[in-house]
Each structure stands twice: as structure tokens, then as C-alpha cells.
């Protein structure tokens, strides 16, 4: 499995992270903004290069491929609804059911 401290930088792995979670560009700065300065730009320059380094042309294949190459913990059953979901402009938050029951 490969790391995300070997492939990604702190930020690109939090934005990877925050895409799964379906959010767009501009939530991202906003949320990021809070305190530390985050502009819209900023958010845009790190999302071109976590899709250069993912080989992704949409949020969709980024959080695809970093689920593919263990940048990214849940499940692929999950994957799925979460991929679903960000293709329909949902933000979602999955919680894996005890004993790994579905």
C-alpha cells in the first residue's frame, strides 16, 4: 500500500479527503480559509496538482484513484455510494455499520 506522506502533501491529502467527502472548490477554501489565509486560487493550484499526481481530470477519478492506490480508508461498497453521490452534487457522510454488517 502506498502512503500518503510518500505521494501527497499534508494540504493534498486533506483536499483529497475533503473531495471524498463531496466537497466543491469553493467550500474547500472556505473551510480552509478559516484562519489560515486558504484563497479559492490556492484550493484550485492544489487540486491541479493532486489530480497530476492521482492522473485525474475530475474530482470523481481523483477520490477513485487515491481509494486504488490506499491513499484513502473506505470500503469500496462505500466507494461507490460516495463516487454516485459526488457525481450528483451530494455531500454525504458514511459511517461503516458495527461488526461490518450491511
Known amino acids: 500500500m502506498i502512503r500518503v506522506a510518500d505521494v501527497l502533501t499534508r494540504r493534498e491529502a486533506e483536499i483529497l479527503r475533503m473531495l471524498a467527502d463531496g466537497y466543491k472548490q469553493p467550500d474547500i477554501a472556505e473551510q480552509l480559509g478559516t484562519g489560515r489565509g486558504t484563497?479559492?486560487?490556492t484550493v484550485k493550484a492544489d487540486v491541479a496538482s493532486l489530480y497530476a499526481k492521482?492522473?485525474?481530470r475530475t474530482a470523481a477519478?481523483?477520490?477513485h484513484?487515491?481509494?486504488l492506490a490506499g491513499l484513502l480508508?473506505?470500503?469500496a461498497d462505500d466507494l461507490?455510494?460516495?463516487l454516485a453521490a459526488r457525481e450528483l452534487g451530494c455531500r454525504i457522510a458514511l459511517a461503516p455499520?458495527?461488526?461490518g454488517a450491511r
Open 65 to 67: 484513484n487515491g481509494h
Open 61 to 63: 477519478q481523483a477520490v
Open 54 to 56: 492521482l492522473g485525474a
Open 73 to 75: 480508508g473506505a470500503p
Open 39 to 41: 484563497s479559492l486560487a
Open 80 to 82: 461507490v455510494v460516495v
Open 97 to 99: 455499520l458495527a461488526g
